[in-house]
Structures are given as structure tokens and as C-alpha cells.
T-cell receptor, first 113, second 112 residues
Framework: EPEVTQTPSHQVTQMGQEVILRCVPI?????FYWYRQILGQKVEFLVS????????KSEIFDDQFSVERPDGSNFTLKIRSTKLEDSAMYFC???????????FGNGTRLTVT | SQQGEEDPQALSIQEGENATMNCSYK?????LQWYRQNSGRGLVHLILIRSNEREKHSGRLRVTLDTSKKSSSLLITASRAADTASYFCATDAGSNTGKLIFGQGTTLQVKP
């Protein structure tokens, strides 16, 4: 069964550094999302992406964050200057259509020191 | 309270028993979904119920939806140790982008 893949599984970075989290969504899916989950807390929506542009973003998704779909397969989340509070699990998800169930990757654990 | 709040926060039962988790939400929805998360892993979709549906079954799962009370329940019958996980409800909160808003989740432990 097709799956969403995320790399790396664990990223450690120093405060102020830029990180890029990578995702390969399911190939025929059209809707893409990033979520984050701080340890022990709820899964929080960051951004949705459709037709090569952001369709919705949350208050968390400030100017430090950006997303890109540079080719037909990859979907990336960039954090320009990481802060300690950015430490979390970041999940990529994709959906075939609006309202479809989402397929999640296994996440990237980001640790900012 | 926030969109998609689950109750209870934690549930511990014996294998073979039924587990019931509840979810409440605030806004109008197009559908409500339940997901499962094993520790350290991504979320896995379990079941989707549309706003015009009242009940849905999938294997040992039964989901109900009461839009007048803005609440849903997930029943897992004849639980197994492998059902141990966190369970989240999620709503689209009427969004047209397909985004989901997740609740805090219920942590289910099934003891063998």
C-alpha cells in the first residue's frame, strides 16, 4: 500500500539554524499538510497546500516557516531560524481530495538545542 | 474548550472488554474522523463519518455522531492488547481546504 515517507526521522539542530524537513506524499494525492505534535500534546495544524500554493495556515505558521513542492514528488517544510520551542514531531500528511482521510508519515522528530 | 476534545483522557481496560471514547467539538462540520497513533508513530485513519450520518461500523469499531450535541463516540469491541494506542477525533471545522483539527486524544491501554 502506498505510504507517505518523511526524512530524516530525527533531526538535531542548534537554535538559530535553518532546517528542512522532507516528505514524499502519496503520488496521486492532491492535498498536502504539515502538522506538529509537541511531546505529550495534541496534533496541531500548521499549513495546507494545494495546486502549488498555500491554501490555509495556522497562527503557528509564521514568517519563520515556509513550504515548497519543488518537483512532482517532494513536499518540504523549512524553518528559517529555529527556536527551542520548535522542538516537536513534525508530521506530513496527504489526501486524495478535500474531506478525504489523511495519510500521515511517521514524522520527523526535531530537537532544537 | 477546543475543537475536538476527547473524554476520557486515559482509559485502561482488560483484553476482551469494550472501550468507549467520546469527542466533542465546537463548530459545524462536514465530517468527523477518528485516528489512531501508536507511540512515536504517525496517525492512522480508522473511520470517517459524514455530518448526515448517525452511525458507522468498521470491523470492531463503531462510531456515532450527534450533530445536535456536537459529539461523537468511538466504541472498540472485544479489545485486544494490540489496540493499545492513542485515539484522536478530528474535524474539518467546516474548512474547505481539507485540513483537520485534532483533539487532545484518549490514551487507551489494553491489558492482556
Amino acid at each position: 500500500e502506498p505510504e507517505v515517507t518523511q526524512t530524516p526521522s530525527h533531526q538535531v539542530t542548534q537554535m538559530g539554524q535553518e532546517v528542512i524537513l522532507r516528505c514524499v506524499p502519496i503520488s496521486n494525492h492532491l492535498y498536502f499538510y504539515w502538522y506538529r505534535q509537541i511531546l505529550g500534546q495534541k496534533v496541531e495544524f500548521l499549513v495546507s497546500f494545494y495546486n502549488n500554493e498555500i491554501s490555509e495556515k495556522s497562527e503557528i505558521f509564521d514568517d519563520q516557516f515556509s513550504v515548497e513542492r519543488p518537483d512532482g514528488s517532494n513536499f518540504t517544510l523549512k524553518i528559517r531560524s529555529t527556536k527551542l520551542e520548535d522542538s516537536a514531531m513534525y508530521f506530513c500528511a496527504s489526501g486524495l481530495d478535500r474531506g478525504s482521510p489523511l495519510h500521515f508519515g511517521n514524522g520527523t522528530r526535531l530537537t532544537v538545542t | 474548550s477546543q475543537q475536538g476534545e476527547e473524554d476520557p483522557q486515559a482509559l485502561s481496560i482488560q483484553e476482551g472488554e469494550n472501550a468507549t471514547m467520546n469527542c466533542s467539538y465546537k463548530t459545524s462540520i462536514n465530517n468527523l474522523q477518528w485516528y489512531r497513533q501508536n507511540s512515536g508513530r504517525g496517525l492512522v485513519h480508522l473511520i470517517l463519518i459524514r455530518s448526515n450520518e448517525r452511525e458507522k461500523h468498521s470491523g470492531r469499531l463503531r462510531v456515532t455522531l450527534d450533530t445536535s450535541k456536537k459529539s461523537s463516540s468511538l466504541l472498540i469491541t472485544a479489545s485486544r492488547a494490540a489496540d493499545t494506542a492513542s485515539y484522536f477525533c478530528a474535524t474539518d471545522a467546516g474548512s474547505n481546504t481539507g485540513k483537520l483539527i485534532f483533539g487532545q486524544g484518549t490514551t487507551l491501554q489494553v491489558k492482556p
